[in-house]
């Protein structure tokens, strides 16, 4: 399955903050893309709320994040490649 995890990190918006979402993304993930500043989609056999638990274990108390699963009719603008990538697993 495909997840897309969106997060802001409110009051810190420093690299090492989003470094640490990174870090657990690629950690756990099968695969992933990064199509948007603050948005990856993730190639995944866990269920939403333990991504979610996953990235609340990095995030102060005040940051905010959305973590749901991917399924067609999707549509948007991103790079070819991340619609090559998310034609293959969804």
Known sequence: MVLLISY????H???ASYQA??????RYA?????????QWL???VDEPQIW????????DADDSWF???VQRPYQGWL????????????
């Not at 979402?21 to 690629?26: F, H, M, N, S």
């Open 8 to 11: 802001d990190l409110n009051n």
């Open 13 to 15: 918006e420093r690299p």
């Open 21 to 26: 979402v990174r870090a657990v993304i690629e």
């Open 30 to 38: 099968v695969s992933a893309r990064k199509p948007l500043y603050s």
């Open 42 to 44: 993730v190639e995944t």
């Open 52 to 59: 979610s638990e996953r990235i609340g274990a990095v995030a």
């Open 67 to 69: 973590v749901t699963r």
């Open 79 to 90: 790079p070819r490649d991340v619609w090559n990538w998310l034609a293959l697993r969804v």
